[in-house]
């Protein structure tokens, strides 16, 4: 494995059973690697097998094919977690952070005592610090004044900012963002694109995002991977997807790129919705 690679998944296949017993293939031999140090955003339409990827990275799901492979820097040597024994896959992921697509605070406990919860629970570090790294976390959010409050006081883009400060509690090597412009307006948006770039500076973290919001994945991506129907359509730098994007539609040629011309443009009319006169984008949707 590529000292480079914090992250290799290989030929992962993961299925699930639909209501009428059938079974369905959503990831279909994925393979790409995530970088040290890189934000990597991945994305595609509805139904593409995006957020059960990112399930299948964090070893929420077990996958039914193919590797998972980390190589953190308190590994003694590459693991694949699908065969790591439950204890050792926690420890694996205290080495990673996740913001949850709706913050995912408890309601019950203060802006502090949330992001003090995973330090007390899951780190050796000495009570009386506690205060001190929570006051920190706070700061690189900009949210310390609010530490006192409880999340019903907050807005939605400060229930991120919370959760961002969380999932960085432990000083993680990998960050997972799960939709983290969903349900913010464009501004609020931009400002937590902003802290997501300036955090992944300041921390060295690398940095996995999984949104279908096409401003923000362009503001903050190195690299990009588009999924179709559970496969890998596209991986590559920023720059070639923004060339995707505004290529001339004379100049695309084939269905892959006529579609990925699509979806980065938010166009209606296309491959991806275009089926046999009903919306293919449409089916994928109900079929959830």
């Not at 949104?211 to 496969?231: K, N, P, Q, W, Y």
């Not at 070639?240 to 011309?261: Q, V």
Request: with cysteine; hydrophobic share 40%; proline share 4%.
């Amino acid at each position: 494995m590529d000292s480079d690679v914090i992250i290799s998944v290989r030929n992962v296949v993961k299925t699930f059973r639909s209501p009428g017993g059938d079974e369905v293939r959503v990831l279909d031999g994925v393979t790409f690697d995530i970088l040290r140090g890189e934000t990597i955003v991945i994305m595609g339409g509805s139904g593409c097998g995006k957020s059960t990827l990112l399930n299948c990275l964090i070893g929420e799901y077990t996958i039914d094919g193919g590797q998972i492979i980390y190589s953190t820097e308190r590994m003694p040597e590459p693991r694949d977690i699908g065969e790591l024994p439950e204890a050792e896959l926690n420890e694996v992921r205290k080495r990673f952070g996740i913001l949850f697509q709706s913050g995912a605070l408890f309601n019950s406990m203060s802006v502090a005592e949330n992001i003090a919860l995973p330090i007390r629970e899951h780190s050796d570090v000495p009570a009386r610090l506690i205060d001190t790294i929570v006051t920190l976390k706070l700061e690189q959010v900009k949210m310390l004044e609010h530490r006192d409050k409880m999340p019903a006081q907050l807005s939605g883009g400060q229930k991120k900012r919370v959760g961002l400060a969380r999932a960085t509690a432990l000083d993680p090597e990998i960050l997972f963002y799960d939709e983290p412009s969903a349900g913010l307006d464009p501004v609020t948006s931009a400002t937590i694109d902003e802290l997501m770039i300036d955090l992944s500076k300041k921390l060295l973290v690398t940095s996995v995002v999984v949104t279908h919001e096409m401003d923000s994945a362009f503001r903050i991506a190195d690299r990009m991977v588009m999924l179709e129907r559970g496969r890998v359509l596209k991986l590559g730098a920023r720059s070639e997807f923004e060339a995707l994007r505004d290529a001339p539609a004379e100049s695309l040629t084939g269905r892959e790129e006529k579609l990925m011309n699509q979806f980065l443009n938010g166009f209606s009319v296309g491959p991806l919705t275009d089926v046999h006169g009903m919306s293919e984008y449409e089916k994928l949707i109900i079929a959830g």
